[in-house]
Nanobody, 123 residues
Framework: QVQLVESGGGLVQAGGSLRLSCVGSGRACNIYYMGWFRHAPGKERGFVACVSPSGGSTYYADSVKGRFTISRDNAKKTVYLQTNNLKSEDTAVYYC????????????????WGQGTQVTVSS
C-alpha cells in the first residue's frame, strides 16, 4: 500500500508560480512511476506530467511543456510539480498518483492517488 498527500496549492495571479508537493508513505514508494493529473470543473481528469522511479526521465502533456517541471526526492519520498507562468486554464484540483506502468498517461493505469490540492489562477 502507498499513501499520498499533496500540498502547495492556492490562489495565484496569471503569470505566477506554485510548487506542489506530494509526500508518499508505505512500502517501496521509490519503485513507482509518479504522475500528476488535474481535474477542472466540467472536464475529465487529465494527465499533466510523470517521472521515472530514479527521477532521471520525465514526460509532460503538451499544454504544460516548458512551464511545469516534475521532480522527485526519493530520500524524502516526495514528488514535486513546479508550475510557472500559470494561466487561467491551469485552474483545477491537482492530484499525484503512483503506478508501476512505464510513463502511463491515463488515470486508470495508476493504482494509488492522493486527495488533491486546489490551484486557482486569477486573470
Amino acid at each position: 500500500q502507498v499513501q499520498l498527500v499533496e500540498s502547495g496549492g492556492g490562489l495565484v495571479q496569471a503569470g505566477g508560480s506554485l510548487r506542489l508537493s506530494c509526500v508518499g508513505s508505505g512500502r517501496a514508494c521509490n519503485i513507482y512511476y509518479m504522475g500528476w493529473f488535474r481535474h477542472a470543473p466540467g472536464k475529465e481528469r487529465g494527465f499533466v506530467a510523470c517521472v521515472s522511479p530514479s527521477g532521471g526521465s520525465t514526460y509532460y502533456a503538451d499544454s504544460v511543456k516548458g512551464r511545469f517541471t516534475i521532480s522527485r526526492d526519493n530520500a524524502k519520498k516526495t514528488v514535486y510539480l513546479q508550475t510557472n507562468n500559470l494561466k487561467s486554464e491551469d485552474t483545477a484540483v491537482y492530484y499525484c498518483a503512483a503506478t508501476r506502468v512505464t510513463f502511463a498517461t491515463t488515470p486508470g493505469s495508476y493504482s494509488y492517488w492522493g486527495q488533491g490540492t486546489q490551484v486557482t489562477v486569477s486573470s
